[in-house]
């Protein structure tokens, strides 16, 4: 157990204590998101008569799968990780460099999950406008790449600053008094109601 202690002590111990201040960091930021917000607590089947469906992005499915794939992968890494310290502890190999890319590969696959999912969680999927025009329903995934709602003010969303904003692939959605932003992916997105997301936008055109 020493070898392994004095090991350990000796490989980039300062990359351990940056990723777990990264990760600490995303949390933190977007669970301040969320918490601005009122996140629904509603399946989506019940706002079918509350609000209507204005923009859904195309491979929200696709983006679903890849970060649920993420997590297996992450997790297979960490189980061969501690499988590769299991084995060298009990003397069934020798061999340093095997632990050590094992584990280096562990951490490379955290810090890809962390930088990754940072950006899934902030893509919307779907958009939605309630029937009295005053609430935005913004459909998204969560960490673990299930669906999550919030429901926002249409007053709070910020409006576009110029109408090249609209050109690119990427549209900040901002929102007032709330931190950070969300993505939506106009490009990939199918529009169902141009004149409902122009209101949303307080643009002019698409």
Do not use: W
Not at 130 to 159: C, M, P, Q, W, Y
Not at 187 to 204: H, T, W
Request: hydrophobic share 45%.
């Amino acid at each position: 157990m020493n070898r392994l202690l004095n090991l350990t002590k000796n490989v980039c111990p300062s990359m351990l204590t940056n990723l777990r201040g990264l990760r600490v960091s995303i949390f933190k930021n977007h669970q301040k998101f969320i918490n601005s917000a009122s996140e629904s607590a509603k399946p989506a089947a019940l706002y079918k008569n509350e609000f209507e469906c204005i923009l859904q992005f195309r491979f929200i499915k696709h983006l679903r799968l890849a970060s649920r794939l993420k997590l297996y992968q992450t997790g297979f890494s960490l189980l061969f990780a501690i499988g590769s310290v299991y084995a060298y502890e009990m003397d069934y190999t020798q061999n340093v460099n095997v632990l050590l890319s094992t584990n280096f590969c562990m951490i490379f696959a955290l810090i890809m999950l962390i930088i990754i999912s940072r950006q899934t969680i902030k893509v919307v999927g779907k958009l939605y406008l309630s029937k009295d025009a005053n609430k935005v329903l913004i459909s998204h995934l969560s960490f673990l790449g299930k669906r999550r709602d919030i429901i926002v003010n249409t007053s709070d969303i910020e409006g576009l600053s110029s109408i090249s904003e609209l050109k690119d692939t990427f549209l900040k959605l901002k929102m007032n008094n709330m931190n950070g932003f969300m993505y939506m992916i106009l490009p990939y997105s199918e529009i169902l109601n141009k004149d409902a997301l122009l209101r949303v936008l307080k643009a002019k055109t698409i």
